[in-house]
């Protein structure tokens, strides 16, 4: 019996060896591609059900995706309606169908596509995705712009994790004319992310090879899959990036169960979380990385008096997303390879730090001046509310002078006059801040105009989470107790406000 498999490698070439691990994976992925080359791009769609959601997600790829040589593979999950009869009339010359007896989970359903026969680009869709037009010319045009991109996502309606850009539509006609116009390529909408929902994803063949597959981790049986392929492709040394200048239709609310009552969503939520910390060692995938600043300093941001050697400092900016933001503010500026620092007190956030920033230092925040000079950075971004140090004007002090002359610096002061504190004090208890010295804005102003700091405007009042309930008890009381000098909508937005962004300018 013959049993040799023959398998022809002629056109694969030992990788130079370098101290760069990244080149070295990007010959091997190339000698890879040479051997087993389909097309460009492989698109996977997973289908369960939702018939018309798969016909509608179908005929928009193959309407929609133009210019670029693709691959279609069609997963059938077990699905009970005529799924599979749909899906063995489709005409597209390079298409294959996958059909599962039973359903199983997502992440095992990629299990049964052969990494050899995936392209050097691999998207993957659930069946309730519709692309449209430019969709993935943007993408690749990130991925072919930037080597160290090895996952990029598309924006979407539907989706949290302020990845929808809140597009109003009537119908999916009108959702596709206003997507087009959205689709303009712009590199400055390339942000870079700690974690991504992955509505529409394409991930590099290089990326694939060297986190694994399948990509998905099989542990995950529903929630955090997607944090957790974000995680493993940043700390292999690429950028998880998302596409700004890509919007595709989410055909679902993800605030709508399916099939799931409201105690199983949350059952398998916290079991998620729960496996997620113990396989990144304590770092939580919404607690230590849902920190964003972007909608609340974007406007703020002025560009550097010089846009060389632009340099970022992070000050306890937990995982890192509140200095990324910074990093992708600047991008409109043309800033696109800024020097990025981080300083944190915990070092449970070194590993994740280290992947989004060029160095990373660990201490108390009493020597922060110890591992910077002064006049170093163009911007400084603290993640922690500055009142929740044993001595918040001595930080901020100690920050400042690490800014250059023009410099800009943003911090979070927490309210401690809020909500909490008001419902407190009325005998409904509710969360409390105790930890977070007693600031108002307008004290901290003063504090640190003693200490020579005086070009101070405050951004905005980042929202309370205030029910509907609390707020017109809340609204009703102020309205009864207020006065002429101080209007009743002034207290109410200060009660609402959780905390206030500031800015120094140097």
């Not at 059909?99 to 199983?104: A, G």
């Not at 956030?349 to 989004?356: F, I």
């Not at 002090?397 to 008001?422: E, I, R, W």
């Not at 809340?474 to 207290?491: E, F, H, R, T, Y």
Request: charged share 25%; aromatic share 10%; glycine share 4%.
């Amino acid at each position: 019996m013959n049993n040799v498999v023959e398998i022809n490698t002629d056109k694969m070439e030992r990788p130079e060896e370098t101290e760069n691990l990244l080149k070295v994976r990007e010959q091997l992925a190339a000698g890879f591609d040479r051997c087993n080359h389909i097309s460009e791009v492989t698109i996977v769609v997973v289908a369960l059900n939702r018939l018309q959601k798969t016909k509608d997600c179908v005929e928009s790829i193959l309407r929609y995706t133009k210019n670029v040589d693709f691959d279609l593979i069609l997963i059938d999950n077990g699905s009970t309606d005529d799924t599979l009869e749909y899906l063995k009339s489709i005409e597209y010359e390079k298409v294959r169908i996958i059909h599962l007896t039973k359903t199983v989970s997502l992440a095992a359903s990629m299990y049964f596509v052969d990494l050899n026969a995936i392209a050097e680009n691999f998207v993957l869709l659930n069946n309730d995705m519709i692309v449209t037009e430019n969709w993935l010319d943007n993408m690749l045009r990130a991925v072919k712009a930037d080597k160290k991109i090895g996952m990029i996502a598309a924006m979407s309606t539907n989706v949290s994790n302020l990845q929808d850009p809140q597009i109003r539509f009537s119908d999916l006609d009108d959702f596709q004319r206003k997507a087009a116009q959205f689709n303009k390529p712009d590199p400055a909408k390339w942000h870079e992310r700690l974690r991504l929902i992955t509505t529409a994803t394409l991930l590099t063949k290089e990326c694939l090879l060297t986190i694994g597959w399948p990509c998905l981790d099989m542990g995950y049986v529903h929630d955090f899959v997607d944090d957790d392929i974000a995680f493993r492709v940043r700390r292999a040394g690429y950028k998880s990036v998302l596409a700004g200048d890509v919007v595709v239709c989410h055909n679902h609310d993800y605030s709508v169960t399916e099939n799931r009552t409201a105690e199983q969503i949350q059952k398998t939520i916290m079991l998620g979380k729960t496996s997620f910390r113990n396989k990144y060692l304590g770092v939580d995938a919404w607690d230590d990385v849902n920190h964003f600043v972007f909608p609340y300093i974007s406007d703020g941001v002025a560009a550097p008096a010089d846009a060389k050697n632009v340099g970022v400092l992070g000050i306890d900016v937990y995982a890192g997303t509140p200095v990324l933001d910074v990093k992708n503010i600047i991008r409109k500026f043309g800033i696109t390879e800024p020097n990025v620092r981080a300083f944190s007190q915990d070092g449970k956030y070194y590993a994740d730090l280290k992947t989004v920033c060029d160095e990373v230092s660990c201490d108390r925040i009493d020597y922060l001046r110890n591992y910077y000079s002064e006049n170093s950075f163009d911007y400084i971004i603290f993640g922690k509310n500055v009142n929740e140090y044993a001595e918040p004007i001595s930080a901020v002090k100690d920050a400042f002078s690490l800014l250059k002359q023009n410099g800009q610096m943003f911090f979070p002061l927490k309210n401690v006059y809020d909500v909490n504190a008001v419902m407190n004090i009325l005998g409904f208890p509710m969360q409390s801040y105790t930890e977070a010295r007693a600031f108002t804005v307008e004290q901290l102003a003063k504090s640190l105009a003693d200490v020579g700091i005086t070009k101070i405007s405050v951004l905005t009042a980042q929202a309370n989470g205030v029910n509907s309930d609390t707020y017109e008890f809340l609204k009703l009381l102020i309205d009864s107790a207020g006065s002429q000098d101080v209007p009743a909508s002034n207290l109410l937005n200060k009660v609402c406000a959780d905390r206030y962004w500031i800015k120094v300018t140097k």
